[in-house]
């Protein structure tokens, strides 16, 4: 059966292989086949994670360990550090977790800083931090090797770090950044079906989620670490998430991770190559741009929708109009999960297509 193929950033492709795997018949949550399914993927998650933390499963999107971490974490006040939609909603989401937050708010398309998160935490105000590395609204990267400096100098505060867009994309060594929670929704770089996510938690981290009153129950670091013991969850989790995660760790092995790196920083050249050269400019500041996908500033102001419904018309694929506020004044095509460097350049021969015929 044809479908609309997406190069939005996310969710994005799910291949057939990934399919399959996600719909193999269930089982047992509490069985034996169930913990050999777990036990089995724990390497491969470690190996994607660089740790030697386990690695879990939540049967909940992003935001729920996003949230999740803060109820875990903050203790007297989150530093939210906001550069885009996903980013700048976190600050309500803290609120709404009934805590203290303050924004580090800069524009869109602008990364964030170490310098300007020191400058924060030098008040002694904080004891956590969120961040998104690669912020998706905006494909905007932040230096996270710089920010890790940061951190290392305040121990006790928790860095919070999403990667929902950028895991797998390039390395990023959680062990040795030194952070406290890395996290990911699968429907983005990873490609799976969306709805579960995967994250990891610092020694340091539980250790003060213990001290923590009101971890909340759905996604208590606490939970998810005594039922690791046993390669179980807290609860009865998507099963089938727990099989694609297996196939697609799978996939990862045989194309070798530095080969995976480099398909994607390949995808990503072309796709900023192919907007300079059509008139338009990147919308991110120059250095920080995404690697797993391309935000495009409009310049030229055509009619994107327009070119999307040709896209749609006549190849059977979307790409994204621009997310929130900046909506129609840029687009962005996702390169990430699955993407071949061949598919890419369809795409953009599609888009030269479609934009011709405006
Ligand atoms: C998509 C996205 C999220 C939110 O994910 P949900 O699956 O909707 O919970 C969070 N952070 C980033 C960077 C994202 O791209």
Redesign the pocket.
Known sequence: MSHTKLFI??PVEVSAKTMAAFSKPMIGHRSKDFQNLYASIQPGLQKLFMTRQPVFVST?????V?EGAIRNLVAKKVLTCMN?A??D?WYDVALKAGKQAEKLQVEWGQPIRGAAIEEKLKTGEFDAVTL??????TGTMSPIEEIAEVARRYPDVSFIV?????LSVLPIDFDALGFDVLLA????ALALP??A?VFSVSERAFAKAEKQKDRGYYIDFLEFRKNHESSMTPTTPSIAHFYALQSKLEDMEAEGVEARHARHLKNATITRAWAKNHGFELFPDAGYESIGLTCVRNVRNVDIAKVISHLKANHHAVIDGGYGKIKGTTFRISHMGDESTANIEQLLGWLDEGLKSL
């Open positions: 950033p996310g909940s999107s992003a935001w729920g996003m885009g996903f980013s909603k998104i590395h690669n912020e998706t609204s999403d990667v929902v867009s950028s929704g699968t429907q983005k969306s709805g996510s």
